[in-house]
């Protein structure tokens, strides 16, 4: 089946630096990207939509200049959390569709530590 | 807006039980249902959809959901569970316009532990 892979899997950094997380749709083009977090015990929260070739759409309360999001092409999307602070500490995944009634499938998620 | 609720945070079960997770979600619309699987150290995967038509689904490994429109209900079902089963087990509706897969909105999700 479809594989989207994540990278890193696990990231530690320091407060105030900026950490980017890859996302790819391995054997499929994905117009259509998605981001998530998910905090412990909580559900997964959508963070934004990642269309290829344009500007991703935010979901109300995500600061778009904190988490920049950029889909360059139909098999890549990154998710740059900028001057990371502890409180960004969460587990990210992404998820990668055709569109419409195809299936979406998601990334293993990215565990981010900022100390 | 939307939203979705799972019931049980965290359920236990012996083999051969049955099991009955339950999902309720807010909206007055139309709606896309899905339920997801996350055995340990996997993906997320699709588990089953309903989109519209019989709304009893059946899915992957044994798992049935039935959606019940005027409870706003689409709970998931399996009658004899498998150590195997053992996953984290998420409720999803669509948020977006477009229906499908775009725009999920999941619920809490439900760990479920399966004991020989």
């Known amino acids: 089946g479809a594989v989207v892979s994540q990278h890193p899997s696990r990231v530690i950094c320091k407060s105030g630096t900026s950490v980017k997380i890859e996302c790819r749709s391995l054997d499929f083009q994905a117009t259509t990207m998605f981001w998530y977090r998910q905090f412990p015990k909580k559900s997964l929260m959508l963070m934004a939509t990642?269309?290829?070739?344009?500007?991703?759409?935010?979901e109300q309360g995500v600061e778009k200049d904190k988490f920049l999001i950029n889909h360059a092409s139909l098999t890549l999307s990154t998710l740059t959390v900028t001057s990371a602070h502890p409180e960004d500490s969460s587990f990210y995944i992404c998820?990668?569709?055709?569109?419409?009634?195809?299936?979406?499938?998601f990334g293993s998620g990215t565990q981010l530590s900022v100390l | 807006a939307q939203s979705v609720s799972q019931h049980n945070h965290h359920v236990i079960l012996s083999e051969a039980a049955s099991l009955e997770l339950g999902c309720n979600y807010s909206?007055?619309?139309?709606?896309?249902l899905f339920w997801y699987v996350q055995y340990p150290g996997q993906h997320l995967q699709l588990l089953l959809k309903?989109?519209?038509?019989?709304?009893l689904v059946k899915g992957i490994k044994g798992f049935e959901a039935e959606f019940i429109k005027s409870k706003f209900s689409f709970n998931l079902r399996k009658p004899s569970v498998q150590w195997s089963d053992t996953a984290e087990y998420f409720c999803a509706v669509n948020a977006g316009l477009s229906g499908g897969y775009n725009k999920l909105i999941f619920g809490a999700g439900t760990r479920l532990a399966v004991h020989p």
């Open positions: 998820s990668a569709g055709t569109g419409g009634d195809e299936k979406l499938f």
């Open positions: 909206y007055g619309g139309t709606v896309n």
């Open positions: 990642s269309n290829e070739g344009s500007k991703a759409t935010y």
């Open positions: 309903y989109f519209s038509g019989d709304p």
